[in-house]
Every structure is written in C-alpha cells, then in structure tokens.
C-alpha cells in the first residue's frame, strides 16, 4: 500500500501535523468525510476540541469509520482523548483504539499549559513536550505499553499500530515521533 | 519573542482552536448552546455588539459572575473581552483564568493612545485588526492570534472581507519585496522590522489570523475561511437569529466544510430569519467600532 497520510481536519491544529509531514516529504490528505479516507494508509488525529470533532463525525457513521480505522493511528492531545476507550470530564466513550482512561483538560485551564523536557521511548534525546490544556492517561491496559513520560507521569502510550500522546509532537522542533509513526507499515496490524 | 516558550504555549491554544467557531455568549445557556452545536470556544461578555451598538452607553468587561457561571457549564475554552488599554480588567480576566482575553474594539476603549502590553500576561490575548500595520503592531505588543475587526454588530460581512483581503495582500507585497526595501515598508506599515523580515521569509503570519465581525450566515464563515481566515468569531450572529441553536450549528458545519459548497447548502436551509443587519453606509462614523 502506498504511503498517504491522513490528518483529521474537522477542527484543531491539522496544519501543524500537514506542515510536519511536508518536512518529511510524505503525502498526506486533509480528511473531512468518509470519502477523503480512501486510500489512506497512515492516520493522524491532530490537536482541538474533542466536543466539536465528536459532534461533527457522528453524523452519517463517519465516527464508526474513524474508529475502526486499521491502518496505523497517531493522537495528539485531543487525538489521544478520541482513540481512548473511556473519557472521563465529561464522561464519554471513546473509539476504543487503546484499552485506557484519559481525563480531559486534567492540567487546568490555559494558564496551566507549559512545555517541559521528556523522555520517549524511541530515543535517547530528551523530547520537547508542549501541553495545552493536555488529558491525562489515568488508567492503562496490560497489552498498552507506555512510549513517552513526563517525570514519572505516562505522557504516551501504544498498543499494535496505535500511538495516543497526550502532548503536541507537531509543535515541537523535533520530527522523531511523526517520522517513526511514519515508518509502521500502513494496513491492518 | 517569537521564540520564547510561553509565547509557544500561547499560540499553541489558537492552533487548537483553527477550523472552528467561537461564539459570543452572554449567560449559561447560551453558552450550552454554543457547546451543543459544536463550537470550540465561547467568549463571555455582557452583551452581544448588536445590543451594544442599539443600546450606547459604555461597554465594559462582563461581569465575573457571569464569566465564572459561564466557566461552570461549558468544557471548550472560555475567553472575555476587555477594554483596548485596561491592562487592569486584563489582569482580573487573568486571575478569573479565562483561557483567551480579547483586547477589543467592541467594548468602549480605555485607552485612545496605548493598547496592553500583553507580552506581560500569562494568558494569551487576541486583537482585532483592519490591516497589515495594526496586526504587526498588536504581534509585537505580544497578541497570540490576530483577528479582522469587520464592523462588529452589523450582520454585514463587507468589512471583515476588506480587512482580510487588506492584511493578505500586504503580506504579498512584502514577500515580493528586496532586502532593501524593509526598513522603508516597516517604517511606512509603523510596523516592527523584525516582523517585516518574518513575513518576507515565510509568506505568513507569526500568529493565526482568524475571521471577526459581521459574520452571520453559514456562506459568511465559508466565503470567510476561503479568503483565508483560520477559524471565525461570531458575535451577534446567532443569538440575534430566529433560530440560534439550529444556525450555530450550521455555521459550524459550513465553517469546516467550507470548500463543499455543497455542505454549505445543506446547512443553510430551513434556519429561519439571519439577524437583520445594517449597511455600512447608513452607520455614522463616530459610531463605527473598527476605528477604536
């Protein structure tokens, strides 16, 4: 299958993710309906408001089709909250791509978004965490493997070929976790 | 400054908040309103700009009550005008923990000859502007996202598509422009030079730059975003509408979908009355807003 990367644009910092891609010279698509997925191989859900991208999908079955996408699936932030399969404040099911507990806006408001230095699993550099009124992931699954922390806290998880990152690869100088998600092989796990 | 970190966290909210709409409440409910029908952001204020422009008088911040009510009920991020200039309803906004303050000609200035320094503030502010040079102005002072200041309060879409078309072709020019030319644009924009260097190596805006005043059908938010506005404000669009709950959610449809006339269409029937609207002309200079 050919590499085509789709990034959910119903609402949120799609072009951030689009412009990462870019740099990568990998293709990628906007995706507003059921029909922009065809073909695509690689998706990503970007950064925004989950309330306004559940509202908007729901209608004619484009969120079962988001859910049960099976190609590889990356979540930044608001993408994480999506895939996970229980949301909590408010509480909302997720789709369900990763056996875990995310609690939304669990910072604060904006005047507790930061940036701070991390750790990721693929690599030995420390990884500039950006964190915008962030979730967090409270509760995980045995077969979902932690892949980025905060300290102590787990700031990214994965499970087969789903990555959920509560912060924002996409704003950060680094390209390593986009260029790794880049690299799973596109189609079922 | 475009390098610092908290300035990073602070755009980083207005790029969470691009393709969508964020809608003008004045109470709780309307405020559920604006959440049920998708929007990703609600601003607080005492009244719509239609009511504001009808009833004169001095528009200043909401009061905290309401903004703390508003907080209560909606999980999008809550912003609040404040006066152009009153760094001090700013730092009340602040310590009330709004996510966004907006400095806005809507409200009745506080200030005629200064605006706030918002780089100072930990929260992010967004500033309406009519061209290149006020947005660079407001970029400077420290704003994380720029907006058109349309005619706020008109229901007629004629200003925000001047001061969108204004901005861009601006940006244009410089990108055409000689090494040479920059001090001269900088000092004849009244602009930072810095910034005038940006925008000749990147083509764009250091900030978002989002579509504000005047907006009031669901074709307004697409003509809009295909003019190249990030997302839209709408103020006295909705609740001034016959049908608020039905129109906002139809602005938030035709606002992601805006290159779908097609979805546009669909969302545009059956909502009933827009509000009514005045033409520019028959608004008496002194009582425009977008010369604040």
């Known amino acids: ?189 | 400054m475009l390098q610092d970190k908290d300035f990073k966290v602070k755009v980083g909210l207005a790029e969470m908040l691009k393709g969508g709409v964020i809608m003008d409440v004045t109470n709780a409910d309307q405020a559920k309103i604006a959440e049920d029908a998708g929007a990703c952001a609600v601003m607080a204020l005492e009244k719509v700009p239609a009511d504001i422009r009808a009833e004169g008088g001095v528009a200043r911040m909401a009061d905290p009550s309401k903004i703390e009510e508003i907080k209560k009920v909606v999980s999008i991020p809550v912003m609040a005008k404040c006066r152009i200039g009153h760094f001090a309803e700013a730092q009340v906004l602040q310590a009330l923990e709004v996510d966004f303050i907006d400095e806005s000609e809507v409200l009745t200035p506080a200030d005629e000859h200064y605006h706030i320094d918002k780089a100072k503030f930990k929260i992010p502010f967004v500033c309406g502007c009519r061209n290149l040079g006020e947005a660079l102005r407001r970029i400077g002072e420290g704003v994380a996202m720029l907006r058109t200041k349309g005619e706020a309060g008109s229901g007629n879409i004629v200003e925000a598509v001047r001061h969108m078309r204004t901005v861009n072709d601006a940006i244009r020019r410089i990108t055409m422009l000689d090494d040479e030319q920059l001090m001269t644009e900088a000092k004849n924009l009244g602009a930072p030079v810095d910034l005038i260097r940006y925008l000749k190596q990147y083509g764009k805006l250091p900030v978002p730059n989002f579509a504000a005043g005047g907006i009031a059908t669901p074709a307004d938010a697409a003509l809009m975003m295909q003019l190249g506005a990030e997302s839209v404000f709408v103020g006295s669009g909705i609740f001034k509408s016959s049908d608020p709950a039905g129109r906002a959610k139809a602005i938030v449809l035709a606002t992601t979908h805006y290159k779908d006339p097609k979805i546009v269409a669909e969302a545009s029937k059956t909502l009933g009355e827009a509000m009514k609207g005045l033409d520019i002309k028959d608004i008496p200079e002194d009582q425009l807003l977008q010369t604040r």
């Open chain 1, 1 to 189: 299958m050919k590499k085509l990367v789709g990034v959910l644009a119903i609402q949120g910092d799609f072009q951030a993710h689009i412009a990462v891609l870019n740099k990568l010279k990998v293709d990628s698509r906007e995706i507003r309906n059921k029909r922009d997925l065809e073909n695509v191989s690689h998706l990503v859900i970007p950064g925004g408001e989950s309330t306004t991208v559940s509202k908007i999908t729901r209608a004619n079955g484009f969120w079962d089709m988001l859910a049960g996408f099976e190609g590889p699936v990356m979540g930044t932030c608001m993408g994480s909250v999506l895939m996970a399969s229980r949301i909590v404040d408010p509480d909302a099911d997720g789709w369900g791509m990763l056996d875990m507990e995310i609690r939304r806006n669990a910072y604060g408001r904006q005047i507790s978004s930061f940036t701070a230095a991390g750790r990721i699993e693929i690599s030995e550099e420390p990884f500039e965490m950006v964190f915008i009124r962030a979730p967090k992931i409270i509760k995980i699954g045995k077969n979902v493997k932690p892949i980025a922390w905060l300290g102590d806290e787990i700031t990214g998880v994965m499970a087969g070929n789903k990555i959920a990152l509560t912060f924002h690869p996409e704003l950060s100088e680094s390209e390593t976790l986009h260029e790794y998600f880049i690299s799973l092989p596109g189609g079922p796990d």
